[in-house]
């Protein structure tokens, strides 16, 4: 059965329980004056939760970041083809692994579940963020959630992350991306070592995004599996930092 979870700070597994440890302390430097609020919605992979990528945030200490919003939302629970219908939290429905550059597309679910992460977006800019300060990341089918949700947006955002993710979708939808949504900044990482999702997959991402006017930053990580890497993240931290919008 495939569970697809990213290692950032993991150190050990107990049964379905993922356990993390710190290894340094945030830094508590005060929050710059300008610095508006911004908000990062993390999406998980297949079979995992929210609250199990919560630790995620505790390796973004810069400043820049004290005043953001974090939202890590669980999947719904659906049966899922890859492992022979079993049920478990998933985005939308997957019908083979590993994920290759030609792995067939569940482009209904893969919609309902855009609507929703929209529903998340719309809500977090009704309550006053700045939209080019919401940023969107996912590792694995998150990944590929992530990349749907920013290219259908009707709005720019400060930024989309994809971690081992794919394309989930047919190059139809070239035509359903706005202008505004082409001027949301993409950086996708990927491991070369990567059996699930193959590397493969990852590459076929920038040469349709620079097909559809879409800028994107592709980053892959030589020996890395299926898992975030602590350097990914790092990167994922520099590369937000300057894509902040000042509350000035």
Known sequence: MLIAKPIALLVATVGSTVLFILLSRPNHSPTPESMARSFVLWLHGLGDSGPANEPIKTLFTSPEFRNTI?????????????????????????????????SPKDESGLLKAVRNVHKMIDKEIADGTN??????????????????????????????????????????IIQQISPEAKRTPILWSHGIADKTVLFEAGQAGPPFLEQAGVSCEFKAYPGLGHSISNDELKHLESWIKPLLQSSS
Do not use: R
């Open 131 to 172: 939209p080019k300060n919401v940023f969107v990341c996912g590792f694995s089918q998150g990944g590929a959630l992530t990349l749907a949700s920013v290219l259908l947006y009707p709005q720019t955002l400060g930024g989309a992350a994809v971690f081992s993710g794919w394309l989930p979708f047919n190059s139809s």
């Open 70 to 102: 974090w939202s890590f939302p669980s999947a719904p629970s659906n049966p899922v083809t890859c492992n022979y219908g079993s049920v478990m939290p998933s985005w939308f429905d997957i019908h083979e692994i590993p994920i290759t550059a030609n």
